[in-house]
């Protein structure tokens, strides 16, 4: 008996030691707090501005990650000569004056509608209902079908048939305006009619703007969005067949953004083909105006030390690991800009991929408001990706539980660049620091200039930067590649990615 319990002690011990030590040589678990903390005050230091998409500080942000990479030995992507991804943005001016005429009733710019897109123009026109201005052959949309429009301004209704987002109804406004133009209209009046309140909408697309830059050429004809809350508007623009449509325009501008992507090549033969991508937005929302809330002379900068250094660090600690150590797949780790104005770097990136798509078997995106749990790390779409046990396992390594989605009336899942990678079918939760509901204390810095680096729990950062860079190496080392859940929204893009 005695005899027995010594030899399974011992065999027990061997299990425990050994283990320990194959875990404890992992370079996650050699991470060290003064370079993460180091990383965390650039990026997130007053100097960088904000780091807004479009901007100088956004482009220091960046080429830091760039020399990151390089620093930890970091390769391009296959096939690439630089870490750098340009991604070709549009920087629109602030809402421009001007005035709708419609018989006897006038409706003012900034305070009636809003303009969207357009140079300076003074149409007197036929206008023409067109639905949704909406073509789709698969789907039976033909708003065009038997109408004339060259040389008219087109009234169209917002969103689709299917759209019953917000972001829905707001994503199918760009469509229209290509389509418009290869009709041949001259101007675009779209009824603007979804859950928002209308001076959020004129707020949020009235001021400066930046846009991913049309595939093609800029289209340049006038597009106002009517409030159509306001029914008599629609009421006085159905019963007329001319207007006029007068407008100083927006300036608008040409400028580079950039995702900044490295690659370490698996060390498995057979599985190193494919590949998990990593992803942190870098980009916050810049200085002063421009960041939408409350700031005070003393305190301007929306440092964006949380949203999203802390993801950017993360990324750079799986960056310093897994190179050292590459796991079995080989890991694409993409930083990417344009979230705070649209998810525009994840939008671009999904649709400009560096490595097939079909070849990525998970997204780990990381981007957080903040944090009010030290103890846990909190993930958003934890059941819905397949990788539980993987990010458990590297979460406990580092003494963090984890919560699954936390706060589900934000719906959180479609907030962030994962829900790019999950459109086009590949697994991909988002990875946020700990917090359990959007309470005060997770709001006091959402978006404020007081998301300073001083306020950062560094040994937290650390910890959670070693849990993510270890559920990466888990999820890399899989036998088999994670699965949406059954019946998710995303399976059937998956189904259709994964068969070519
Ligand atoms: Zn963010």
Same mark, same amino acid.
């Given at each position: 008996m005695k005899k027995l319990f010594t030899t399974s002690w011992l065999i027990m011990g061997f299990l425990v030691t050994g283990f320990a030590q194959n875990k404890a040589s992992l370079p996650e678990?050699?991470?060290?707090?003064?370079?993460?903390?180091? =990383?965390?005050?650039?990026? +997130?230091?007053?100097?960088?501005?904000?780091?807004?998409?479009?901007?100088?500080?956004?482009?220091?942000?960046?080429?830091?990650?760039?020399?990151?990479?390089?620093?930890?030995?970091? +390769?391009? +992507?296959?096939?690439?000569?630089?870490?750098?991804?340009?991604?070709?943005?549009?920087?629109?001016?602030?809402?421009?004056?001007?005035?709708?005429?419609?018989?006897?009733?006038?409706?003012?710019?900034?305070?009636?509608?809003?303009?969207?897109?357009?140079?300076?123009?003074?149409?007197?026109?036929?206008?023409?209902?067109?639905?949704?201005?909406?073509?789709?052959?698969?789907?039976?949309?033909?708003?065009?079908?038997?109408?004339?429009?060259?040389?008219?301004?087109v009234l169209l209704q917002s969103g689709?048939?299917?759209?019953?987002?917000?972001?829905?109804?707001?994503?199918?406004?760009?469509? $229209?305006?290509?389509?418009?133009?290869?009709?041949g209209a001259v101007g675009i009046i779209e009824i603007f009619k979804a859950p928002v309140p209308w001076n959020f909408v004129t707020k949020f697309f009235g001021g400066e703007r930046v846009a991913l830059a049309p595939d093609g050429k800029t289209v340049t004809l006038p597009h106002a969005w009517i409030n159509g809350q306001e029914s008599k508007f629609?009421?006085?623009?159905?019963?007329?067949? $001319?207007m006029r449509f007068q407008t100083t325009g927006r300036s608008f501008q040409t400028v580079n953004g950039y995702n900044?992507?490295?690659?370490?090549?698996?060390?498995?033969?057979?599985?190193k083909d494919e590949y998990v991508l990593l992803s942190a937005h870098y980009d916050h929302v810049g200085v002063g105006k421009q960041g939408g809330q409350p700031y005070s002379p003393e305190d301007s900068i929306f440092n964006g030390a949380r949203d999203n250094a802390f993801g950017t660090v993360s990324l750079l600690a799986a960056a310093e690991a897994l190179s050292k150590q590459p796991p079995k797949r080989s890991v694409l780790l993409v930083a990417l800009t344009?979230?705070?104005?649209?998810?525009?770097?994840?939008?671009?990136?999904?649709? =400009?991929?560096?490595?097939?798509?079909? $070849?990525?078997?998970?997204?780990?995106?990381?981007?957080?408001?903040?944090y009010n749990d030290t103890s846990i790390l909190s993930v958003i779409g934890l059941d819905r990706t397949g990788a539980r046990a993987e990010i458990e396992t590297a979460s406990k390594a580092f003494g963090l539980d984890v919560?699954?989605?936390?706060?589900?009336?934000?719906?959180?899942?479609?907030?962030?660049?994962?829900?790019?990678?999950?459109?086009?079918?590949?697994?991909a939760p988002t990875i946020t620091p700990g917090f359990r509901t959007f309470d005060a204390e997770l709001m006091k810095n959402y =978006?404020?200039?007081?998301?300073?680096?001083e306020t950062i729990d560094f040994g937290y950062l650390l910890k959670f930067s070693q849990a993510y860079a270890y559920a990466a190496r888990l999820i890399a080392d899989r036998a088999q590649a994670p699965q949406w859940s059954k019946g998710d929204k995303y399976e059937e893009a998956a189904k259709e990615l994964y068969s070519k």
């Open positions: 678990f050699d991470l060290q707090k003064p370079e993460l903390e180091a =990383h965390m005050r650039f990026l +997130a230091s007053d100097e960088l501005m904000g780091r807004r998409t479009g901007e100088q500080g956004n482009l220091v942000a960046a080429r830091y990650v760039a020399e990151q990479f390089r620093r930890y030995g970091l +390769a391009n +992507a296959p096939q690439q000569t630089s870490f750098m991804q340009t991604v070709p943005l549009e920087k629109m001016g602030a809402l421009g004056k001007g005035n709708l005429f419609v018989g006897t009733d006038t409706l003012r710019s900034g305070q009636d509608w809003i303009l969207m897109s357009g140079s300076a123009s003074d149409i007197d026109a036929p206008l023409v209902y067109a639905g949704f201005g909406l073509e789709n052959a698969a789907k039976g949309w033909d708003d065009y079908k038997g109408l004339d429009v060259k040389g008219k301004i689709s048939p299917e759209a019953t987002s917000p972001i829905e109804i707001i994503t199918a406004s760009d469509g $229209k305006r290509k389509l418009a133009a290869e009709k629609t009421k006085m623009l159905r019963a007329t067949d $001319k900044v992507v490295a690659y370490i090549e698996g060390t498995d033969a057979k599985l344009g979230e705070e104005v649209g998810l525009l770097g994840s939008k671009y990136y999904a649709s =400009h991929p560096l490595l097939p798509l079909n $070849k990525c078997i998970f997204n780990l995106n990381t981007d957080g408001a903040g919560v699954a989605d936390p706060a589900p009336e934000q719906g959180l899942f479609d907030r962030s660049d994962n829900v790019s990678f999950a459109k086009v079918g590949i697994p =978006h404020q200039a007081s998301d300073n680096p």
